[in-house]
């Protein structure tokens, strides 16, 4: 299986200052359709996940321009430019090139 | 609005069964493959299941292949997941997940809880 691992494992921000998470995957996540298989997903406490970013660096609807992604192959970075109270949560990459299909195992993101 | 609604989830004992739903609105459920995952307390959220729009293809985790069976019914907007022979480790929340070539797994239920315990 892909393992995707994630750094760091939590992170304590001030409202306003940026943040950046890490997805590492054991295998390039490159398609030979030209597409990279790389999502990132936010945990709300207490809720479903909700997708942020699709294909690495592409914004799902409704998603905020604060957020944006980057990498390519196997390393990843998820960045949030100003931190909000309502960014807290736990945050996972997932990859979809590979079945299963696998997560990492979560970034908790807390605020200052 | 697109609305996924899992229902089902109980307290059961090892080896037990149980039939997991998911009722699907506000898109085109028979165009769309779908997909369950799932989530043991404190853990990473793990990919359990898929089937494609048509039935026609599905895949399973290596761990519960040959104990669960996924389906639908499209004219119902209906997913389900079949869990047999129950292990202490399929404990977790039971999300359904709507799938999409471009945006992955784009929208999600609120899960249902399956506790597998004696």
């Known amino acids: 299986d892909i393992v995707l691992t994630q750094t760091p494992l939590s992170l304590s921000v001030t409202p306003g200052q940026p943040a950046s998470i890490s997805c590492k995957s054991s295998?390039?996540?490159?398609?030979?359709?030209?597409?990279?298989?790389l999502y990132w997903y936010l945990q709300k406490p207490g809720q479903s996940p909700l997708l942020l970013m699709y294909?690495?660096?592409n914004r799902f609807s409704g998603v905020p321009d604060r957020f944006s992604g980057s990498g390519s192959g196997t390393d990843f970075t998820l960045r949030i430019s100003r931190v909000e109270a309502e960014d807290v949560g736990i945050y996972y990459c997932?990859?979809?090139?590979?079945?299963?299909?696998?997560f990492g195992q979560g970034t908790k993101l807390e605020i200052k | 609005e697109v609305h996924l609604v899992e229902s089902g989830g109980v307290v059961v004992q090892p080896g037990g069964s149980l039939r997991l739903a998911c009722a699907a609105s506000?898109?085109?459920?028979?165009?769309?493959?779908m997909h369950w995952v799932r989530q043991a307390p404190g853990r990473r959220l793990e990919w359990v299941s898929l089937?494609?729009?048509?039935?026609?293809?599905?895949e399973y985790r290596h761990s519960v292949r040959g104990r669960f069976t996924i389906s639908r019914d499209n004219s119902k907007n209906s997913l389900y997941l079949q869990l047999n022979s129950l292990r202490i480790e399929d404990t977790a929340l039971y999300y359904c997940?709507?799938?999409?070539?471009?945006?992955?797994?784009?929208?999600w239920g609120q899960g249902t809880l399956v506790t597998v315990s004696s």
């Open positions: 997940a709507k799938g999409d070539n471009q945006y992955g797994f784009d929208y």
């Open positions: 506000g898109f085109s459920f028979a165009d769309y493959t």
């Open positions: 089937i494609t729009w048509d039935g026609a293809r599905t």
């Open positions: 295998q390039s996540l490159l398609h030979s359709d030209g597409e990279t298989y």
């Open positions: 294909e690495v660096s």
């Open positions: 997932m990859q979809s090139l590979y079945l299963p299909y696998t």
